[in-house]
């Protein structure tokens, strides 16, 4: 039989009905993180009865959420048991440091919600109808990403971490920049590696209240010091060693970035780097998936945000002054660092 | 090196990321049938900006969106050229008469998605929170239903009929009752492949006006008759070769079932056949995927409803007085027939 003689498949429209009950997907797991149902397992209940138990909840519901679990991928079944895989045992048992459980708050905030059942307005104008989507001075948004997302940013923040401790680790003095602090552990993680280290954290006023809490909790207070504001308003002084900028770039237009990006270039030592954090999809904007799909994240919630390449990154990182930037990935995470120099 | 010493995998949290941010694929998807998207690629717009074009919306918005939807496997990318895939050309192309866009309006209607927001407290209950769910009389989400599903239920509809015909094709009369009759094109299809066929479709009142608007359309007005209300109140009277029961039986706790199916049973004629088209998960409840889930679907929206085991069905049809039922895959589609005979 020749190629073309060969029957098509038969019309399949379950991706079609897979993709539209999604947000039954999302609210099983989040039902489950509510109902600290990870932990109950962690704990040692392994049956729907054991568990519904241990959540105060309904044997048959708690059947169904297992189940439901199983096909999603965050528990294996064995017979009538259920048990936890290695990630959902590191991130959604409650008493695990790496809990992501608190990150719901932010990702299924009623705001990114809103922003994504008008996201029909936001492709028809090119961004979010809203008239600055999440950027507004010191939306209460950003501090539930500082108390959320924090254990999400643990392997980047090591890796700045390590990388900047192998550069700088022979200094007297190392001076930080750390832009869009959030959490703070970007600089907190630095500053541990570095004993060295002064952090400088800039972010909204009522966001940099949760850096400053959790660097008084690592001891680092006498090391931190807020810079409270717009990165674009903001006087960043000079003498930095490196400047991280994480989870930002995104949010803007390219002309924008490159503007934060010639501050950033004067306020660093000549040698000295910047650092991104971000979500780089493939030079076809389609892969790798996650941070392909991140820029919908964007058109859904910002005005002109975007999820951009490494060579434009690379046009942002030359037109503000730096080298050509290299990529570091950091998989099995979604995100990359971007890291460019300031010529010495 | 021995397997104990290989060291564990890193700590992976995309499933988690990508799991809570599915809802933004729902809306994506959504977007692009509001914005008749898929149309305009069809009929030969192919770079963002013709399809913006064609479609009244930003180049930036429709790029963005379009690449989320390669993506999403809805369509391909070649350089900055994309087309559909031959799944989305047959069910998204608003000119098929598989077109599923309509689908979208019960699928994510309102209700759904407030049953999925308090998936929590259905858990703890073990059922909808709701009274009754979706299963008050007259409920106008089954509008929805029989205005959007039925292209998605064109398969199963020519199954049905294909083995009614088959059994009862030399018989002079034959006498169908189709309940949950909905759209009404499971009758239908049957009346249209037994010319001798009188359909019974049973319905709530409101439904069937649906049904009979089909059935008059397709010329079969004059043998189609109407049995408004609930399937459980409803007399069906007797000397039918074939009840079909669609998409009903996963609403309903297996007491409810057992009753209707033995009305169903007293309604047959002797070698009769019960045609029940449902989600039917294997053993383990956990697969496939889109069976498995439907548990959760009704979890959310019913007081007591799941999706039953071939085992489940055949103790309800035999609890019924059917001989054991077989079970009819339908793949590609999710759902899959379950025919139990009344013995001669």
């Given at each position: 039989m020749s190629a073309q003689q060969q029957p098509a498949a038969p019309p399949n429209p379950v991706l079609i009905f897979s993709t539209v009950q999604g947000y039954q997907r999302v609210y099983a797991l989040k039902a489950a993180v509510d109902l600290d149902l990870f932990t109950a397992i962690a704990k040692g209940s392994h049956t729907a009865a054991e568990i519904a138990t241990a959540c105060n909840a309904a044997e048959r519901g708690v059947r169904i959420l297992c189940d439901a679990l199983v096909v999603m991928g965050f528990l294996t079944k064995a017979g009538d048991r259920y048990s936890l895989t290695s990630d959902t045992a590191f991130f959604l048992d409650s008493r695990s440091p790496a809990y992501l459980g608190r990150a719901f708050t932010f990702l299924l905030h009623p705001t990114q919600l809103t922003h994504f059942e008008q996201l029909g307005a936001a492709v028809r104008k090119g961004g979010t109808p809203d008239d600055q989507g999440n950027l507004a001075p010191d939306d209460p948004i950003w501090i539930e990403f500082a108390k959320g997302m924090a254990p999400m940013m643990v392997p980047a923040a090591q890796a700045i971490a390590g990388m900047l401790a192998a550069e700088l680790g022979s200094r007297p003095r190392v001076k930080i920049l750390d832009i869009a602090a959030s959490h703070g552990f970007f600089g907190i993680t630095v500053a541990q590696k570095l004993s060295q280290a002064e952090i400088y954290a800039l972010d909204w006023a009522n966001v940099l209240e949760v850096a400053k809490e959790n660097a008084a909790k690592h001891g680092m207070a006498g090391r931190y010091h807020l810079m409270p504001g717009s990165a674009f308003d903001v006087e960043y002084g000079t003498g930095f060693d490196a400047i991280l900028i994480t989870n930002?770039?995104?949010?803007?237009e390219p002309a924008a970035n490159e503007k934060m990006l010639k501050k950033a270039y004067a306020a660093l030592n000549p040698g000295g780097q910047v650092v991104i954090l971000e979500f780089v999809p493939n030079d076809d904007r389609v892969s790798p998936p996650v941070p392909a799909m991140f820029s919908l994240t964007m058109l859904g919630s910002t005005p002109q945000g975007d999820a951009y390449t490494l060579a434009e990154y690379g046009t942002m990182c030359r037109n503000a002054g730096f080298e050509a930037p290299r990529l570091v990935p950091l998989e099995p995470m979604p995100q990359s660092l971007v890291v460019a120099r300031k010529p010495f």
């Open positions: 930002l770039l995104h949010h803007f």
